[in-house]
């Protein structure tokens, strides 16, 4: 060209050359030289078209075939790209037209019939398109694009088998075929094998990183084959992608759910109603996770109960001992009374807790108590009732120790060389905070709290008996079942 600059096939050759290389807008200007010196080079026209196509210039790519067209109406290559860029600006009925053209012409076209079967797709014409495939596969069965477009074809017929098929067909041929190995996901996933579908998106993910339809498609999955925490990193990475994506983010909300994060769960599917508004979906799978919300906040609540009341109606002797000889029998003895006549109801406004009658009176009918000796229970109903049960009037008879009693000095003590024998057998840590063995640290905690509330001395709130032991043990046993290692020890020395 520096010895001939007019010559109009080297400023093309030059065009093509760059084009190869994907210097699309060096070529752009050589093909311009090109018809500078010569107007009627349709050939000149379609590979400028070709090259503003590649550059998303349609509407000037267009423009560039049909110069070429009407220099030469059987210019099969012009027609197939006029058809290209007539469909990259929507206009696909006109697109199916020159790719008609193109194949009219020259019938051995592999990629005009790719062309048209691409469209057809675009159109919904399903079976039409499949047959577009197949001519052109008939005429190259390498050509990888051809074999992907038979898949999306075959999808859309139903005939998921066959769709496998020829995009397992398109990636042997063409293995760096991203959008293959995705669609290929998706079809093994509607057939229900969801680690096949997990590996085609790992493949597809290994080409193209910031692939977010990859990234949703394998959360998908991952949460269909129930590894929920895997799916959920897996709409993360999809989200940090692509933030308006609403299949992410209720991909998000199911893996969420399934894994007991119900508010989690309800945001993400609020961000999926900004973006659909009327996806019933979303609002019922909303709905479902606030009422989980709603119902574990009541278990909890009757857990905290239970703990709370499993821990109160576990009574010591010592306690019932210090009680009974405080509010009942030492008042008894002072006035010079040799009988005391009590009630349940007195019971439970004295200890402030109804949870411990049952345990009190079964105590009181096997105990020794105080300096008094021991005490006949004699137990008549009355009318009326406390909770279920009907109220009970205990008749206490006791009489005095004989004064070389060893019982004689202290109303709250055994005799010397004895021990204070306690209800039942001892309880275990997991007892005294109401839990069970499997209990979280998080469960733990929260029951410390709400018994350290209740039974903490500051507090007042505990009835008048010995206030300082009950939070010594829950503390105790606090300190022992937090910590994983004390923990460890003291189930091992539990199983012993």
Request: one cysteine or more; a positive charge.
């Amino acid at each position: 060209m520096r010895i001939k600059p007019d010559y109009a096939e080297a400023w093309h050759g030059r065009g093509v050359a760059l084009s190869n290389l994907g210097r699309y807008e060096g070529a752009v200007k050589s093909y311009d030289e090109a018809l500078k010196l010569k107007p009627d080079y349709a050939e000149a026209w379609h590979n400028r078209g070709v090259a503003l196509s590649n550059l998303g210039r349609n509407e000037e790519a267009l423009k560039s075939d049909d110069k070429a067209v009407r220099i030469k109406p059987d210019y099969s290559e012009a027609w197939h790209n006029r058809g290209v860029a007539l469909s990259n600006l929507g206009r696909s009925e006109e697109a199916l037209k020159s790719y008609d053209k193109a194949v009219r012409i020259k019938p051995d076209y592999s990629e005009a019939w790719h062309g048209r079967g691409v469209y057809l797709s675009n159109l919904g014409r399903s079976e039409e398109a499949l047959k577009s495939y197949d001519r052109a596969l008939k005429l190259r069965t390498d050509y990888a694009e051809a074999w992907y477009g038979r898949g999306v074809a075959l999808s859309y017929l139903g005939r998921i088998e066959d769709a496998v098929k020829s995009y397992d067909k398109a990636v042997r041929i063409k293995s760096d075929y991203v959008e293959a190995w995705h669609n290929r996901g998706v079809a093994l996933s509607n057939l229900g094998r969801y680690e096949g579908a997990v590996k085609s998106y790992d493949e597809a993910l290994k080409l193209k990183p910031d692939y977010a339809e990859a990234w949703h498609g394998r959360g998908v999955d991952l949460s269909n084959l129930g590894r929920y925490e895997e799916a959920l990193k897996s709409d993360d990475r999809a989200l940090k992608l692509r933030t308006d994506y609403a299949e992410a983010w209720y991909g998000r909300g199911v893996a969420l759910s399934n894994l007991g994060r119900y508010e989690g769960a309800v945001k993400s599917y609020d961000e999926v109603l900004k973006l659909k508004p009327d996806d019933v979906d979303a609002s019922r799978e909303r709905v479902k996770n606030k009422e989980q919300i709603r119902l574990r906040a009541e278990k909890r609540k009757e857990e905290r109960t239970h703990a709370q009341e499993t821990y109160e109606n576990t009574i010591s002797a010592e306690e019932i001992r210090k009680f009974v000889n405080r509010h009942y029998f030492e008042p008894a003895r002072a006035k010079g009374k040799s009988q005391v006549t009590i009630t349940s109801g007195q019971i439970q406004n004295d200890m402030k807790l109804y949870s411990r009658i049952p345990l009190v009176c079964n105590a009181l009918r096997s105990k020794t108590m105080g300096e008094y000796g021991v005490i006949s229970i004699t137990e008549k109903r009355k009318a009326g009732v406390l909770g279920d049960d009907p109220t009970n009037q205990f008749n206490f008879f006791f009489k005095e120790a004989k004064p070389d009693s060893s019982r004689e000095k202290y109303a709250s003590e055994p005799p010397k060389g004895k021990t204070k024998e306690p209800l039942g057998k001892e309880r275990t840590y997991y007892e005294v905070l109401g839990i069970r063995k499997d209990a979280t640290k998080e469960q733990i905690k929260g029951i410390y709290k709400k018994l350290s509330l209740i039974y903490h001395p500051d507090q007042g709130q505990h009835f008048d008996v010995d206030g300082e032991r009950p939070y010594r043990e829950i503390k105790e046993a606090y300190e022992t079942l937090i910590d994983p290692n004390k923990r460890a020890e003291y189930d091992r020395s539990l199983r012993h």
